[in-house]
Every structure is written in structure tokens, then in C-alpha cells.
């Protein structure tokens, strides 16, 4: 068959046929150059169309360049665009190049139409070539004299793009005194405005450096600069007025008359429809009143309606962004908006995101005259089909109980959601009625009355587990049932992968057999056992704790876990009052919507170890919960040595031992020391019940336990498939069944100079990458792996620290009784990492 002709080809812009194409564009396009024939604009359009649609898809067409050039001789101003449009796309990359627009770029800046000397001065302003900066000097300097505003407009913005490409050039040609002379005297409020944007950057750079500039940065916040621009407000832009209200914020007035001249100028902006100068209003008066305080309580009062009108109008996202800066306002002045709770109820129709905040709200505004209401309604949500507004729904009720308002109606409440028999709201109760607890122990008799019904086989979630083992330790004296239940855990605790549960499990049952010895002490036995033998390295080091504590003296054992306790008074707060400061001076920012001060996301210096933002659900790098602390391996000779008997080590220790000393640490965090007795013997006949360790736990241990087997091995499949969907939504439900750290091989470390080194290399050990993002020395990866066998899948969480040589794993697996081998077997790929 004939190949196709040209007229036959694909002509789809999006899907050129290869080379053969630019190739023909560039004839094309040198053939009309200088063509003067009547319609030449029109086959311009078409083939300029073409071009720019390559370069959109991301095609290379710089070769065109000269002829584009070529073809610019146009009155179109629609050609003259799409050419600006495809010269600031590749003058950069081809800086020789872009010498051959100057000539056509410079004759458009001097063009009858205004739209064109605009246009050709803002292309001209985007070459970023920094040898060219010569030929935008005399350009500039006639587009901010130029009679039109546009032309004007457009030549501010082009005196900031130069003082980035050469700012010597810049402040040596006199721009910014010109920029100050247009911004006081210029009829056309948009040149204004981009002439105080322009300013404002410049003489912020150049204040660090220069003290002129920073007397020039004084001048523009000085008294009549400022009234100036707010008698004129009103003639400017939204984005405009935004700008100029922000550069108000800045200035100190000198005396209470200006404040108050300036709120009374202000005032109408509060009810403008936009809510971005709404914002920008109400900082200004937040900021002026600061060191007046029952002005600046009056101002609370007079922003309260319009955030609230905004906060009901409008998207989802921008009624989050106000409710997240009336957050910000009731929690520095609760009682102010304590009347307005109503406000900040849920409606079916709003996104989760919305639903949150506007809980956070009602649970800082509850007081002694709402608390009914708002707990009647959270109640409501209680029962919600929306399960995550369910949970937020009992924790606020949970926190307006810690705030001592109305504490009886309260607990009654949320004994009536055990009740309800759903897990998630069982499993929210159980951990509220445990901070319940310790702040009023008074209530102990009715809760766990209730509690004690509960069946522990029916509450899986780590810290709800935890909530419940802790309450059965606590009051095991006065729960029947409660050595009985404990004992089922510890029998069950293979089946258990949250290190946090079998933490809370190991005190518990160590307290009920300090209350109750005969009903307990096998089950203690049992779990010093298993808790010896785990991998969790907390796990492990508690159990050995205990084993010696108790092997010491049980009196003191009493004393060091359960201590007479006084109730909590107060809960520590998440966030420091300088933090909350901190993000109130950054009003109406992005600082205010994520609830962080701004050097916590734009400062590298001062960011965590590790960002790393994705879709795959929220996995921070944060503080750890228990059950995700990373483990270290154990050591099978200090274990040895720390399982042995009190004879045995004595003699081992000899004559020198007679006054060595265990510290004890004690629950409010002090430590106690205690000289340790020199026989098994004299400690038995010291402890108040007389049993020796061994006979008391029925270990009769004299040596460290066998050592665990090693995990069964494991192959998996190479050519594993997982998408990121399926990806997602197994991380948010599969729980964390493992989690560990191991160090990295020298050859390792100096191998991962970039994530892809590590995607190629765990490949090849069928352990695949579904993300990975990061910069020396931090990285931080995703993968997945599947048995060869089956389709369980295994997900991982690895991140790295080449500076510390460390990496940290956690593993969520559909099988988690293969979790440890897969565990051996990634570090096993991961410490074969070196130089190729």
C-alpha cells in the first residue's frame, strides 16, 4: 500500500505524526513569511494554532523559533499573541534565540495600538534572558509614561520582573521612585495597586540590605500615603482592595484618632460581598485594637455577623476558610460567640471538613447556660450513618465533660452509648469514659457498672482495647470479672498486633495481681512470658521491668505501678498559646486554614524531618502512638543475664554488689532508688506475700526462654498490580501489624542518592513502589508486595534518613500472620542496597 499523502495525514494537533510534521510547520511557516497574498492572516492563524497546541501537549517546536519570528510582521493582534505566547515559552531555554525577537518586540512596544505595546512590553518583561536586560530599560521607562493605562499597568509588573532578573539594573535606572510617583499620582486605580504590589516586594528585598530602602519601605506606610489609599478604596478592584488593606494592617498609627479615622473609613468593607476583603477588613481592625481592650472586644462583636453570613453562604471551600478564621477568633474568645452556638450546628448537605470544624467550635463556646443543647445535638450526631462526624461527635461530648460542665447529664449520656452496640461508638465511649475517669474518679462505681459489661471481643480498635484493659486494672477490685477477662487477652496475645494493647495489658494484669494474687498470679506469669519473648521493643523492656521489679520486692512494685493517684486537673493542650499567637498576627492567611504558623510549611529550616503529601490517605510522620514506635532488636545476652535468678547474679556480682541501687521510676515521673538485696532468700522473707518470684509467677525460670523460630520463609509475586484507589482505601482499613527500624548498610546509604534508586533495586526483590517523594538525607516510600501464592497483599510505609543511616517500616498485611516473615524479608532486600 502507497504511504499517505500530506492532505491524508492526521491533521489532530494533539497527535502529530513524528518529526515529519514540525517539519512541515517550519516549511510552511517560511513560506509565508513574506507572503503578502490576501488570506496569508488566516493560513497564519492555522499554522500558529498548530504550534502553539504542540507546545501545550508538551512537543518540542523550539526549532521553529526563527520562523515564528519571521512570521510576527503582522497587524493581527490575535497572531501577535499567540507569537508573545510561543517566544516566553522558549527564550529562556534558547537565550541566543531570543536575541532575534528584540528587534520585532521593541518596534511592537512603540505600536499606535495600546493593546500591542502592552502586550509586546509584557513579552519582552518575560524573556528572562539576563544579557537582554539592556534592551528593557528604555521600553520600561516609556511604558510607565505611556498614556495608557493598560500599557502602564503592564509596565509596573515589568519593572518587578527585572528587579528579579538584575535588581542592580533596576534600582540604577530610578524604577521604583518612578513606581512611588505613579502609585501617589496616577488617576487609574489598577496601576496603583501594581505599583504598591511591585514596591512592596522590591523594598522588602532591598530592606535587608540597603537602609535607604528600608526609609523608602517607612514612606509608604507613613500617614498620608495610608489615607490616600483608603479615601480611594472603593475605586479599586476586590484584589486590589485585598492588597491595599493588607499594607494598612502594617501600619502603627500614632494615637487612638487614627484608629478609630481608619475603622470609620473602613467600615462599609465589612459588608462587601466579597469575602476575601471581608477577611482583609477584619484584620486590619483586629490588628489596630490589639493594645486597646474593650475596643478590641467591641470589634469581636462587629465581625462576628458578617464572618458569620459568610460562613452560610457560598462553596463548601470558602465557608472553610471563614469558619477556620471564626475558629481561630472563638477559641482566644470563647464567650463571645458563646451565644451564637447555633450557628455552628452541622447541616446534612456539608462536607466532613466543615462537619469538624464547626464541632471544634461547639465543644469551645459550650458554657454552663448551653451545654444542655449543644450536648442534645452532638448526641444526634452520635447516631449519624456518617460514621467519622459519629466518632468527632462523642469526643466533643467527651471534651465538654473535661470542661466540668454539666458532668452528670454528661457521663449519663455516654453510658447510654455503650449501649447502642456499634463498635466505633463503643470504641469512642471507652476511651472518653477512661479520661472521665481519671478526672472524676467519683464516678467510677456508675461507669464501670456498665463497663464491665462489655465484652472485649467486641471491641477491636487499639485504643478503645486499651481504654477497657486499663479501666479492668484499675478497678479490678471492683470487677468480678476482671482477672477472668484479663487472662482471656493474655491467652489470646498472638492475636493481638497493637504494641499499645499489650503495653496497657502488661500493667493491668501486673495491678490486678497486687489486688488480687490468687486469681491473677497465673496470668501474670503467662504474660511476663509472652511479654519477654516479643519483638516490640517497648513490649519487651516493660516485661523485663516488671520481671526484675517484682523479683526485688513487691511492696515496691506496688508503689512504682499503682501509686495513690490524684485526679486530672487538666488535660494538656495540643498547641502552645505562642503558636496560637503566632498563627493571629498571620490573619487571613493560609496559616489560619492549616492551623500552623507559616515557617511550618515554607521554611525548609523549620519543617519536621520529613513532608511528603499524597492521596494515599493521612499517614503523618508526627508523634507515634505507642502501637507505632519503632522496636530494636533484642539482646539475647542481656536478657539472658536479666532472667537469671537473684542467687545466681549475686554470686556473679560478688562482695562489691552489696550496695548497688535500682531506680524505680514512679508514675508521676520521678524515680525512686532502692538498695538491692543480696540473696533470694532475704528477698523473699522482705516481700509481704512470702513467695520467692518464680513459685509466686509459676515461671521457675533460670535462663533466658528459647529463642523465637525464625519467620517461615516467604515468595511473593513479581509481577504484582495494585492501583492507587485500592492502595488508599486498604491503608485507612488494614491496622498497623507491625512496625520496626533497622539500620542501613554504608554501602546503602551511599547508594540512595535519589528515590528511583531504591524503586529499581526493591523491584527486583518483587516489592514494588506506588509512591516515593523526597531530597537527601530524607526520603520516604510506599510499597506494596503480593504472595506468590493467593492474593494477599502486603503494605508498606518506609521512611529513610541517610544522615542517621536508619530506616523505619510500618506493615499493614490482608494475612497478618505472615507479617514478621514479609518484615525479614524486606529488610533483607533493603540491606543489600549499594552501588551498582
Same mark, same amino acid.
Given at each position: 500500500?502507497?504511504?499517505?499523502?500530506?492532505?491524508?495525514?492526521?491533521?489532530?494537533?494533539? /497527535?502529530?505524526?513524528?518529526?515529519?510534521?514540525?517539519?512541515?510547520?517550519?516549511? $510552511?511557516?517560511?513560506?509565508?513569511?513574506?507572503?503578502?497574498?490576501?488570506?496569508?492572516?488566516?493560513?497564519?492563524?492555522?499554522?500558529?494554532?498548530?504550534?502553539?497546541?504542540?507546545?501545550?501537549?508538551?512537543?518540542?517546536?523550539?526549532?521553529?523559533?526563527?520562523?515564528? +519570528?519571521?512570521?510576527?510582521?503582522?497587524?493581527?493582534?490575535?497572531?501577535?499573541?499567540?507569537?508573545?505566547?510561543?517566544?516566553?515559552?522558549?527564550?529562556?531555554?534558547?537565550?541566543?534565540?531570543?536575541?532575534?525577537?528584540?528587534?520585532?518586540?521593541?518596534? =511592537?512596544?512603540?505600536?499606535?495600538?495600546?493593546?500591542?505595546?502592552?502586550?509586546?512590553?509584557?513579552?519582552?518583561?518575560? %524573556?528572562?534572558?539576563?544579557?537582554?536586560?539592556?534592551?528593557?530599560?528604555?521600553?520600561?521607562?516609556?511604558?510607565?509614561?505611556?498614556?495608557?493605562?493598560?500599557?502602564?499597568?503592564?509596565?509596573?509588573?515589568?519593572? %518587578?520582573?527585572?528587579?528579579?532578573?538584575?535588581?542592580?539594573?533596576?534600582?540604577?535606572?530610578?524604577?521604583?521612585?518612578?513606581?512611588?510617583?505613579?502609585?501617589?499620582?496616577?488617576?487609574?486605580?489598577?496601576?496603583?495597586?501594581?505599583?504598591?504590589?511591585?514596591?512592596?516586594?522590591?523594598?522588602?528585598?532591598?530592606?535587608?540590605?540597603?537602609?535607604?530602602?528600608?526609609?523608602?519601605?517607612? !514612606?509608604?506606610?507613613?500617614?498620608?500615603?495610608?489615607?490616600?489609599?483608603?479615601?480611594?478604596?472603593?475605586?479599586?478592584?476586590?484584589?486590589? $482592595?485585598?492588597?491595599?488593606?493588607?499594607?494598612?494592617?502594617?501600619?502603627?498609627?500614632?494615637?487612638?484618632? &487614627?484608629?478609630?479615622?481608619?475603622?470609620?473609613?473602613?467600615?462599609?468593607?465589612?459588608?462587601?460581598?466579597?469575602?476575601?476583603?471581608?477577611?482583609?477588613?477584619?484584620?486590619?481592625?483586629?490588628?489596630?485594637?490589639?493594645?486597646?481592650?474593650?475596643?478590641? /472586644?467591641?470589634?469581636?462583636?462587629?465581625?462576628?455577623?458578617?464572618?458569620?453570613?459568610?460562613?452560610?453562604?457560598?462553596?463548601?471551600?470558602?465557608?472553610?476558610?471563614?469558619?477556620?478564621?471564626?475558629?481561630?477568633?472563638?477559641?482566644?474568645?470563647?464567650?463571645?460567640?458563646? #451565644?451564637?452556638?447555633?450557628?455552628?450546628?452541622?447541616?446534612?448537605?456539608?462536607?466532613?471538613? +466543615?462537619?469538624?470544624?464547626?464541632?471544634?467550635?461547639?465543644?469551645? @463556646?459550650?458554657?454552663?447556660?448551653?451545654?444542655?443543647?449543644?450536648?442534645?445535638? %452532638?448526641?444526634?450526631?452520635?447516631?449519624?450513618?456518617?460514621?467519622?462526624?459519629?466518632?468527632?461527635?462523642?469526643?466533643?461530648?467527651?471534651?465538654?465533660?473535661? $470542661?466540668?460542665?454539666?458532668?452528670?447529664?454528661?457521663?449519663?449520656?455516654?453510658? $447510654?452509648?455503650? &449501649?447502642?452496640?456499634?463498635?466505633?461508638?463503643?470504641?469512642?465511649?471507652? @476511651?472518653?469514659?477512661?479520661?472521665?475517669?481519671?478526672?472524676?474518679?467519683?464516678?467510677?462505681? =456508675?461507669?464501670?457498672?456498665?463497663?464491665?459489661?462489655?465484652?472485649?471481643?467486641? +471491641?477491636?480498635?487499639?485504643?478503645?482495647?486499651?481504654?477497657?484493659?486499663?479501666?479492668?486494672?484499675?478497678?479490678?477490685?471492683?470487677?468480678?470479672? !476482671?482477672?477472668?477477662?484479663?487472662?482471656?487477652?493474655?491467652?489470646?496475645?498472638?492475636?493481638?498486633?497493637? !504494641?499499645?494493647?499489650?503495653?496497657?495489658?502488661?500493667?493491668?494484669?501486673?495491678?490486678?495481681?497486687?489486688?488480687?494474687?490468687?486469681?491473677?498470679?497465673?496470668?501474670?506469669?503467662?504474660?511476663?512470658?509472652?511479654?519477654? !519473648?516479643?519483638?516490640?521493643?517497648?513490649?519487651?523492656?516493660?516485661? %523485663?521491668?516488671?520481671?526484675?521489679?517484682?523479683?526485688?520486692?513487691?511492696?515496691?512494685?506496688?508503689?512504682?505501678?499503682?501509686?495513690?493517684?490524684?485526679?486530672?486537673?487538666?488535660?494538656?493542650?495540643?498547641?502552645?498559646?505562642?503558636?496560637?499567637?503566632?498563627?493571629? =498576627?498571620?490573619?487571613?492567611?493560609?496559616?489560619?486554614?492549616? /492551623?500552623?504558623?507559616?515557617?511550618?510549611?515554607?521554611?525548609? &529550616?523549620?519543617?519536621?524531618?520529613?513532608?511528603?503529601?499524597?492521596?494515599?490517605?493521612?499517614?503523618?510522620?508526627?508523634?507515634?502512638?505507642?502501637?507505632?514506635?519503632?522496636?530494636?532488636?533484642?539482646?539475647?545476652?542481656?536478657?539472658?543475664?536479666?532472667?537469671?535468678?537473684?542467687?545466681?547474679?549475686?554470686?556473679?556480682?560478688?562482695? #562489691?554488689?552489696?550496695?548497688?541501687?535500682?531506680?524505680?521510676?514512679?508514675?508521676?515521673?520521678?524515680?525512686?532508688?532502692?538498695?538491692?538485696?543480696?540473696?533470694?532468700?532475704?528477698?523473699?522473707?522482705?516481700?509481704?506475700?512470702?513467695?520467692?518470684?518464680?513459685?509466686?509467677?509459676?515461671?521457675?525460670?533460670?535462663?533466658?526462654?528459647?529463642?523465637?523460630?525464625?519467620?517461615?520463609?516467604?515468595?511473593?509475586?513479581?509481577?504484582?498490580?495494585?492501583?492507587?484507589?485500592?492502595?488508599?482505601?486498604?491503608?485507612?482499613?488494614?491496622?498497623?501489624?507491625?512496625?520496626?527500624?533497622?539500620?542501613?548498610?554504608?554501602?546503602?546509604?551511599?547508594?540512595?542518592?535519589?528515590?528511583?534508586?531504591?524503586?529499581?533495586?526493591?523491584?527486583?526483590?518483587?516489592?514494588?513502589?506506588?509512591?516515593?517523594?523526597?531530597?537527601?538525607?530524607?526520603?520516604?516510600?510506599?510499597?506494596?508486595?503480593?504472595?506468590?501464592?493467593?492474593?494477599?497483599?502486603?503494605?508498606?510505609?518506609?521512611?529513610?534518613?541517610?544522615?542517621?543511616?536508619?530506616?523505619?517500616?510500618?506493615?499493614?498485611?490482608?494475612?497478618?500472620?505472615?507479617?514478621?516473615?514479609? #518484615?525479614?524479608?524486606?529488610?533483607?532486600?533493603?540491606?543489600?542496597?549499594?552501588?551498582?
Amino acid at each position: 500500500m502507497a504511504p499517505p499523502s500530506h492532505s491524508q495525514r492526521s491533521s489532530s494537533p494533539s /497527535q502529530p505524526s513524528g518529526k515529519g510534521e514540525v517539519s512541515d510547520l517550519k516549511l $510552511q511557516l517560511r513560506q509565508l513569511a513574506g507572503s503578502r497574498a490576501p488570506g496569508t492572516d488566516d493560513s497564519k492563524r492555522e499554522l500558529f494554532k498548530k504550534v502553539i497546541s504542540y507546545m501545550t501537549v508538551g512537543i518540542d517546536v523550539s526549532s521553529l523559533f526563527g520562523e515564528m +519570528v519571521m512570521c510576527s510582521a503582522t497587524s493581527d493582534i490575535v497572531l501577535k499573541k499567540m507569537c508573545y505566547l510561543y517566544v516566553g515559552n522558549y527564550a529562556k531555554g534558547n537565550p541566543d534565540l531570543a536575541l532575534l525577537t528584540i528587534n520585532f518586540l521593541q518596534k =511592537d512596544c512603540k505600536d499606535e495600538d495600546p493593546m500591542i505595546r502592552g502586550l509586546a512590553l509584557r513579552s519582552l518583561c518575560s %524573556l528572562r534572558v539576563a544579557n537582554l536586560v539592556e534592551y528593557l530599560v528604555g521600553p520600561l521607562g516609556s511604558g510607565l509614561k505611556d498614556s495608557s493605562s493598560y500599557v502602564r499597568t503592564v509596565a509596573a509588573v515589568g519593572v %518587578l520582573k527585572l528587579y528579579h532578573i538584575s535588581a542592580v539594573t533596576c534600582v540604577d535606572a530610578d524604577f521604583p521612585a518612578m513606581l512611588k510617583h505613579l502609585l501617589l499620582n496616577d488617576p487609574d486605580t489598577q496601576v496603583v495597586a501594581n505599583c504598591l504590589s511591585a514596591l512592596q516586594e522590591i523594598w522588602t528585598l532591598e530592606a535587608s540590605t540597603s537602609e535607604e530602602a528600608s526609609r523608602e519601605r517607612e !514612606a509608604l506606610l507613613s500617614k498620608p500615603v495610608i489615607y490616600y489609599l483608603l479615601n480611594r478604596i472603593k475605586e479599586f478592584s476586590e484584589w486590589a $482592595q485585598c492588597l491595599v488593606l493588607e499594607w494598612v494592617a502594617k501600619y502603627v498609627p500614632s494615637d487612638s484618632n &487614627e484608629i478609630f479615622d481608619i475603622m470609620n473609613l473602613l467600615e462599609d468593607r465589612l459588608q462587601h460581598a466579597n469575602g476575601a476583603v471581608v477577611l482583609a477588613t477584619t484584620k486590619v481592625f483586629l490588628q489596630l485594637t490589639l493594645s486597646m481592650t474593650d475596643v478590641h /472586644q467591641q470589634v469581636y462583636e462587629r465581625i462576628k455577623a458578617p464572618l458569620l453570613t459568610l460562613a452560610r453562604l457560598g462553596s463548601p471551600e470558602q465557608s472553610y476558610a471563614v469558619l477556620s478564621h471564626l475558629h481561630l477568633l472563638v477559641m482566644r474568645a470563647p464567650v463571645l460567640f458563646s #451565644s451564637d452556638y447555633k450557628h455552628f450546628y452541622c447541616q446534612y448537605n456539608e462536607p466532613f471538613y +466543615v462537619k469538624k470544624l464547626k464541632l471544634e467550635m461547639l465543644t469551645a @463556646v459550650a458554657n454552663e447556660s448551653n451545654t444542655y443543647e449543644i450536648v442534645t445535638e %452532638l448526641c444526634e450526631y452520635a447516631a449519624n450513618v456518617d460514621i467519622p462526624i459519629a466518632r468527632e461527635s462523642i469526643r466533643a461530648v467527651g471534651k465538654i465533660a473535661l $470542661q466540668q460542665y454539666d458532668v452528670n447529664a454528661i457521663v449519663d449520656r455516654l453510658l $447510654q452509648f455503650l &449501649e447502642m452496640e456499634k463498635d466505633y461508638v463503643t470504641a469512642e465511649t471507652l @476511651v472518653l469514659v477512661k479520661d472521665l475517669l481519671r478526672k472524676y474518679p467519683q464516678w467510677s462505681h =456508675d461507669c464501670i457498672a456498665v463497663v464491665g459489661n462489655i465484652s472485649s471481643k467486641n +471491641v477491636q480498635e487499639p485504643k478503645a482495647k486499651a481504654a477497657l484493659i486499663w479501666m479492668l486494672g484499675e478497678y479490678s477490685q471492683d470487677m468480678p470479672d !476482671a482477672p477472668y477477662i484479663l487472662e482471656n487477652l493474655i491467652d489470646n496475645w498472638d492475636d493481638e498486633h497493637s !504494641a499499645e494493647v499489650r503495653l496497657h495489658l502488661l500493667t493491668a494484669i501486673l495491678k490486678c495481681f497486687l489486688r488480687r494474687p490468687p486469681e491473677s498470679q497465673k496470668a501474670l506469669g503467662a504474660a511476663l512470658v509472652a511479654g519477654l !519473648a516479643d519483638f516490640h521493643q517497648d513490649v519487651h523492656d516493660r516485661a %523485663l521491668f516488671y520481671y526484675r521489679l517484682l523479683q526485688y520486692n513487691i511492696s515496691v512494685a506496688e508503689c512504682v505501678v499503682n501509686p495513690p493517684k490524684q485526679a486530672v486537673s487538666v488535660f494538656a493542650d495540643t498547641q502552645s498559646s505562642e503558636i496560637k499567637d503566632r498563627i493571629f =498576627d498571620e490573619f487571613n492567611s493560609l496559616s489560619v486554614v492549616y /492551623q500552623q504558623p507559616s515557617y511550618m510549611f515554607t521554611d525548609k &529550616e523549620h519543617r519536621g524531618p520529613f513532608e511528603f503529601s499524597d492521596e494515599l490517605g493521612n499517614m503523618s510522620i508526627g508523634a507515634e502512638s505507642a502501637d507505632n514506635r519503632v522496636p530494636a532488636q533484642r539482646v539475647e545476652a542481656n536478657d539472658k543475664d536479666l532472667l537469671l535468678s537473684t542467687t545466681e547474679k549475686e554470686e556473679s556480682r560478688g562482695p #562489691s554488689s552489696n550496695g548497688s541501687q535500682y531506680s524505680a521510676p514512679l508514675s508521676d515521673g520521678s524515680t525512686m532508688s532502692v538498695a538491692a538485696s543480696r540473696t533470694h532468700s532475704e528477698l523473699a522473707t522482705s516481700k509481704p506475700l512470702s513467695f520467692a518470684i518464680d513459685d509466686l509467677l509459676g515461671l521457675g525460670l533460670t535462663e533466658a526462654p528459647a529463642p523465637t523460630p525464625s519467620p517461615p520463609s516467604l515468595k511473593l509475586n513479581a509481577k504484582a498490580a495494585l492501583d492507587p484507589g485500592t492502595f488508599q482505601q486498604k491503608w485507612r482499613q488494614l491496622p498497623i501489624c507491625l512496625s520496626q527500624e533497622f539500620s542501613l548498610s554504608p554501602k546503602g546509604v551511599a547508594a540512595l542518592t535519589t528515590p528511583q534508586v531504591l524503586l529499581r533495586h526493591m523491584q527486583g526483590h518483587s516489592i514494588h513502589c506506588i509512591a516515593s517523594g523526597g531530597q537527601a538525607p530524607n526520603f520516604k516510600f510506599f510499597f506494596f508486595a503480593q504472595k506468590a501464592e493467593g492474593s494477599s497483599a502486603f503494605l508498606v510505609e518506609c521512611i529513610i534518613n541517610t544522615s542517621s543511616a536508619k530506616a523505619q517500616i510500618k506493615v499493614k498485611a490482608d494475612d497478618q500472620d505472615t507479617s514478621q516473615a514479609f #518484615s525479614a524479608l524486606f529488610e533483607s532486600a533493603l540491606s543489600k542496597l549499594e552501588v551498582a
